[in-house]
């Protein structure tokens, strides 16, 4: 007798992922659910594919801003033509989504089902005018946009990162709730593409939780240098008024000092939820909230419900998102067959487009902070950019890398915020994930490269190893 498993949120990266692997079993019944209008998944639609699209059209009038050699008028960034191009790729790309997943139906017990599905009972599925029960249901509906619950919010209008991917057209200023991961990528975007005039709040006394201090101070005085972004450090939104005429008024604290900032227009790029909403998890037994998902992507409270990627709040990375798919297949497959889970791990490994992508921040494995915090005997190696002439000749010597290598001379972490940061973050997501001796990684960049950078932090680490 099969096994029946429904995967909401099929068109996404998680829940493809798991789709491609239980596919495979010809003991296992597919039914994939998806109501996306036309579908393709967060990644493709609305997060990194096309941010990275619009990035570009600002990087191109950026480069040419700061480099002193070139001369003549300097051009506009047409926000049509950049929506134009944003949507005609991003179509092809869901387009190529929504035919892997058809191809999937051509094998025998899988079908796919363009509707929307919800719980109303525990394994009980009511999909359209239809209900399933399923032996067992994978949860892959992903993430929304979050606006924080701030007084006076609902009577003004407020701009998420879904609504400045479309936007053709901005005021003349704004103002941020938000400096993580998308507002980092998004602000440089407003002020060179748009030419807005921005003010940003920070919670903390520098963005980049992750890093290491120097790289988000680093990052700071880039954005407030580079871009002319105004951005109050240690400052907490508290109300929100609309001002005289057009415009919102965002009542702060800055350092115990209340202040009003005054803008046009209102972005909230303050993170994502799990979109869970419309799920009927009030039917069930799962409560959503700290540790409903185990490591193995079980649901806590139902053990044949699996929760991955963006929905299970973990975290909200495309590579993780595909990983945890793998891992839930794995695991409903064992857990039919009565054998012991696996968990999901992974070595940290996030890159923020930061700077337009000219200085992007990379993250692989340990920070300085982390291995500390973890109590791993290590030493730290530091380099900045304009340490290497290559970044020069490129015109962009702004930034700094860091290694921290264990005792014995593994490869723990690195970090990046640098010209082609994220490029290098693939080949030291092999050298920590391989655990690698720093000695006996090879110096293999050749002038003009940028890798020399990591060529410059191998020797000082292994000279630091010898002087132990």
């Not at 619950?149 to 005021?171: M, R």
């Not at 951005?231 to 209340?258: I, K, N, P």
């Not at 700290?290 to 193995?296: A, F, K, L, Q, R």
């Not at 860091?402 to 690195?414: A, E, F, H, I, S």
Request: net charge negative.
């Amino acid at each position: 007798m099969s096994t029946h498993v429904a995967i909401v949120g099929a068109y996404g990266s998680a829940g493809a992922a798991v789709a491609d692997r239980l596919a495979e079993d010809p003991e296992i019944e597919l039914t994939l659910i998806d109501d996306g209008d036309p579908g393709g998944g967060l990644c493709i639609l609305r997060g990194c594919m096309p941010s990275k699209e619009v990035l570009s059209a600002a990087e191109h009038r950026f480069s040419a801003r700061h480099d002193d050699r070139l001369s003549g008028p300097l051009p506009d960034v047409d926000l049509e033509a950049v929506v134009d191009r944003k949507n005609e790729h991003t179509s092809n790309f869901a387009a190529h989504r929504r035919k892997a997943i058809d191809r999937l139906t051509e094998r025998d017990g899988v079908r796919f089902v363009h509707d929307t599905a919800a719980f109303v009972d525990d394994g009980e599925l009511a999909v359209g005018s239809r209900t399933l029960e399923p032996d067992y249901v994978v949860i892959a509906t992903g993430s929304t946009a979050n606006v924080p619950a701030l007084p006076g919010i609902d009577d003004v209008e407020v701009l998420t990162s879904d609504d400045v991917l479309d936007a053709t057209s901005f005021g003349d200023s704004g103002v941020v709730m938000g400096f993580g991961y998308v507002g980092m990528e998004l602000v440089p975007y407003l002020s060179e593409a748009a030419g807005m005039d921005l003010t940003v709040i920070e919670h903390d006394a520098r963005p980049l939780d992750e890093a290491d201090d120097p790289f988000g101070d680093a990052l700071l005085e880039y954005y407030r240098d580079a871009f002319d972004v105004d951005v109050l450090t240690r400052t907490e939104e508290q109300r929100v008024t609309s001002a005289d005429g057009d415009g919102v008024e965002l009542h702060v604290v800055e350092d115990g000092e209340e202040r009003v900032v005054e803008a046009d227009q209102l972005f909230a790029f303050t993170g994502r939820r799990p979109t869970l909403d419309r799920l009927g998890l009030a039917e069930t037994s799962l409560v959503p909230g700290p540790g409903w998902v185990e490591d193995t992507m079980q649901a806590r409270d139902d053990d044949r419900v699996f929760v991955v990627g963006d929905a299970n709040g973990k975290e909200p990375i495309l590579h993780v998102a595909k990983e945890q798919g793998v891992t839930a297949a794995e695991n409903v497959r064992r857990h039919r067959d009565g054998d012991p889970l696996v968990e999901y791990t992974n070595v940290h490994h996030h890159v923020v487009f930061s700077g337009l992508g000219v200085l992007p921040f990379a993250r692989v494995g340990h920070s300085a902070v982390s291995a500390e915090a973890v109590g791993v005997d290590h030493l730290v190696v530091t380099r900045e950019a304009a340490d290497d002439g290559v970044f020069k000749t490129k015109n962009v010597p702004e930034g700094l890398a860091r290694l921290v290598v264990g005792t014995d001379g593994t490869v723990l972490g690195y970090q990046g915020l640098h010209y082609h940061a994220d490029v290098m973050a693939k080949t030291m997501q092999v050298v920590v994930e391989m655990e690698l001796d720093v000695r006996e990684v090879p110096d293999r960049a050749y002038h003009p490269t940028t890798p020399e950078i990591l060529d410059g932090l191998f020797r000082e680490a292994t000279a630091a190893l010898s002087d132990r």
